[in-house]
């Protein structure tokens, strides 16, 4: 079942930056918000994840709001390369007990293109 | 970096045939996955392991089992291989630590039935 809702698609021009939004409005206390990006024939790639404070990493930095229920995804200055499908994805963090916690459940995502 | 390797990036097999899809992952990761990646489906879980010789069922199980014999090591058998197999299976693998990265992929392997 789908925790998260994310837009279909987005563009965005080379060099600007790029905000994904998700809305996640059912997370609950223990939840962390990941997002992933699968290029073309690739596997997922993990980009970075949070609980409620905001995060930067050397790929992107998650946004996320004061009640939790949102939360963007910037690419600081989009590259052609960044072109993906960015899934947004809320799960218990790592470290909790029980296998199933550790499934992630992939939505559809956001097929973000950069353009030249 | 974590590496995980899946050993075929393309298999080609046909209708009957007994299929084994090979996963190592280089970090002593605790848990593995097994994913099938379809246009218009997404990914959708097959199997995952916690442990070795622990398995536990994703969401579309039917017509797959697995084996993990060594932390290493996760294997997805497909015991009588039909057309609607036909699939991008995906590998990943993740540590159980508080505030660890997430799941590391493998590059898939893109199987055919016929």
């Known amino acids: 079942d789908a925790k998260t809702t994310q837009p279909p698609s987005m563009d965005c021009a080379e060099g600007r930056a790029a905000n994904l939004p998700c809305n996640h409005s059912t997370i609950s206390g223990n939840e962390y918000v990941y997002w992933y990006r699968q290029i073309h024939s690739q596997g997922p790639q993990y980009i970075i994840h949070g609980l409620k404070n905001n995060e930067t990493n050397e790929m992107a930095s998650l946004i996320i709001t004061e009640d939790r229920k949102s939360s963007t995804l910037i690419l600081p200055h989009a590259t052609l390369r960044d072109t993906a499908v960015y899934y947004c994805?809320?799960?218990?963090?790592?470290?909790?007990?029980?296998?199933?916690?550790?499934?992630?459940?992939f939505g559809k995502g956001t097929l973000l293109t950069v353009n030249p | 970096d974590v590496k995980v390797t899946q050993s075929s990036r393309y298999l080609v097999k046909r209708t009957g045939e007994k299929v084994f899809l090979e996963c190592v992952q280089d970090m002593d990761h605790e848990n593995m996955f097994w994913y099938r990646q379809d246009p218009g489906l997404g990914l959708r879980l097959i199997y995952f392991?916690?442990?070795?010789?622990?398995?536990e069922k994703g969401d579309i199980p039917e017509g797959y089992s697995v084996s993990r014999e060594k932390k290493e090591r996760f294997s997805l058998i497909l015991e009588s291989a039909s057309t609607n197999q036909t699939s991008m299976y995906l590998c990943?693998?993740?540590?159980?630590?508080?505030?660890?990265?997430?799941?590391?992929f493998g590059s898939g392997t893109r199987l055919t039935v016929v």
């Open positions: 990943a693998s993740s540590l159980t630590q508080k505030g660890a990265r997430g799941y590391t």
């Open positions: 994805i809320v799960r218990v963090g790592e470290g909790n007990s029980g296998g199933s916690n550790y499934k992630l459940t």
């Open positions: 392991s916690y442990d070795v010789k622990m398995k």
